[in-house]
């Protein structure tokens, strides 16, 4: 258990250390807020829909969670890189206490970061319908960050080196990102994209993000954490068999 | 302390160790040299629970490396070719993380930390990230923390790689000391032939995954005819130079090289 809890809180230290890194990751959640929000609020509004800003803050926040949670799990890559990876492999630990603390720190990580965009977006004028239920889309970034913490931990077992990271970016990260319903609604569709939605976790951890925050939603939350945490399992599952077969 | 049996590890169609044979006394120096692709590394991880060998039996302190992983473990400290530090981490954490890992009770710990750090003449500069250290006083940490757990038996895998001759003989004068002080045995690479011979107490040869020769280093200058260590070695494995492929792990420090601001995640 002491193993679960020194590898979490070293994913703890590093990140709150990396304060740099801390502001970069927030300036893309900014400019979305702030460009897309408020660019293309007008043209979203005469459609019908509302404010833009509200709709997208919840996407937003969901992006943040994504990204944090999805290079937690990559991070392995730079533990090979630098070497610390054998130090924790060669350790009297069974290897699933290492990739639960890992994974459970990459979780931590990613809802703090959730949280950060969630204030700026308070900051900019956001306003959740119900602030009671602020606690319960934190359950939805929870549950966001372990299902892609895991895939992260999937991924990063299963790649020697840095060059596979573009392919990894640009043919799974933005597509679950583009794809999950963050920028635009999930209803109405033509049936190509509609089932690429549907198939993506991420658009149930953000539909249930929205029908938390702002009262509306595509499917239920309950729909949302069941798939959520089924897909989370699934996905634990994965990343602890890549991760007991690491050679180093 | 070590003992291995007709060891045997094949890649493929490549016999990277072939039919080793040797035992290392507990509390002895034993220095492994051989040239570049000779087996060494390889011979280290296997003995290191890393790698499964294709044939062969290994003993450490008694156990089989094979059955009673976790047991050997913690039996063993490993300081590896490549650094295995966190830097973002300070010295001080690098040893908590590592006493965490190896279950050393917080007390003993403490104690161990100060007192290892203070030999490693570390102890100051505790406080600081290890990405400020330089290459011998990264190289220091390592080896203090490979003692931290109190092991039986030490792994150095080529420890002085790229250090300037003062942090060698500085680095050697404190491995020999803990060696001395707390009877573990040093199982050692290394390519510098005069470190070998100034600080083992036995040396195995190996080239081409095979053990060509084994014996103190008086021995084995004796066997061969030649005044220097270095000489007998040349002997022994030819002067022929063996160039390794690039493995993945160099492409990736290649790639970490452009990267290395900011590159971290």
Redesign the interface.
Known sequence: M??I??LWL?EL??YT??R??II?SLGQPMLYLLVLGFGLGSVFQRAGFGSYLQFIAPGVIGMSVLFSSI??GL?L??D???????????????RIEIMIGRTLGGMTVSVIQGLLVLIIALIVGFRPVNWWHIPLAIVFMLAISMVFAALGVAVGSSL????GFQLIMNFLVMPIYFLSGAMFPLAGQSWPLKIATRIDPLSYGIDGMRSMLLGTSTFTPLTDIIVLACAGAVLLLVGAYRFSKI?? | MISVRNLVRTFDAFTAVNDVSFDVAAGEIFAFLGPNGAGKTTTIKMLTTLLKPTSGTMVLDGLNPLADKNEVRKRFGIVFQDPSLDGDLTAQENMDFHGVLYHVPHKLRKHRTEELLKIFELWDRRGEQVKKFSGGMKRRLEIARGFLHTPRILFLDEPTLGLDPQSRNQLWTHVKKVNEAEKVTVFLTTHYMDEADRVAHRIGVIDHGKLVTQGTPAEIKEQTGTRTLEDAFLKLTGTTIRDESASATDNMRQFAKMWQQGGRR
């Open positions: 002491t193993a809890y020194i070293r230290k590093r250390r990396s740099a890194q970069a290079f937690s991070g890559l730079w090979r890189q630098f070497g610390f990876l054998k130090e924790m492999l060669v350790a009297p630990v069974p020697q080196d840095m060059q050679q180093i």
